[in-house]
């Protein structure tokens, strides 16, 4: 059962489609391509510390003679910091608990094959904490990749260049 929504009485949505001819279409791929560029460079600017006042401004002048759809790509990039942030939490928190699990069990473990395997599991997990733990260290988010999952498959494989 779908939650009621507080709108206005006189406020009705219509759900539709927009079919664009080829030149609309054209535009419209043109202008989203640039949001995306604006937001992936509104999320540098941010990352490397510089304030949202001059990032709008320096966007105003790069991709988009109107304000708002500046202010719109640094709201965006906030939010994708603000979300980094948190996944880093996550992160350690996973770390911690896995490295703490897996020294439980190495305590109860009898067989020196399986406490090979567990030295070498807490190792591993101890270097991916620290790596975690020094982007909370330093007040830093890790880089991002936009563009989907597809796009962070291509780039793991080597077939995506950063620049693209």
């Known amino acids: ?10 406020m ?11 030149d609309a279409q054209e535009k419209l791929v043109s202008f989203m391509s640039r949001f995306q560029a604006a937001k992936r460079t509104a999320y540098q600017a941010l990352r490397w510390g510089e304030e ?3 990032t709008v401004r320096e966007l105003y002048d790069k991709f988009f003679p109107n304000a708002r759809w500046c202010q719109w790509a640094v709201e965006d990039a906030k939010a ?7 996944q880093v939490k996550m992160h350690v928190s996973d770390l911690e608990a896995k490295i703490e699990k897996s020294e439980k069990k190495l305590g109860r473990t ?10 070498f599991r807490i190792a591993r997990l101890r270097g991916k904490l620290a790596y975690w733990k020094g982007f909370l260290e330093r007040n830093e988010v890790p ?12 780039l793991q494989e080597g077939k995506l260049s950063k620049e693209k």
């Open 80 to 86: 994708t910091i603000e979300s980094q942030k948190e």
């Open 52 to 54: 949202p006042g001059e």
């Open 143 to 154: 880089p991002a990749v936009f563009g989907g999952k597809r796009n962070l498959l291509l």
């Open 12 to 22: 009705i949505t219509v759900p539709g489609r927009i079919y664009p001819d080829q």
């Open 1 to 10: 059962m779908r939650q009621k929504v507080n709108k206005p009485p006189d």
């Open 110 to 119: 009898r067989n020196k094959l399986h406490r090979q395997g567990l030295t």
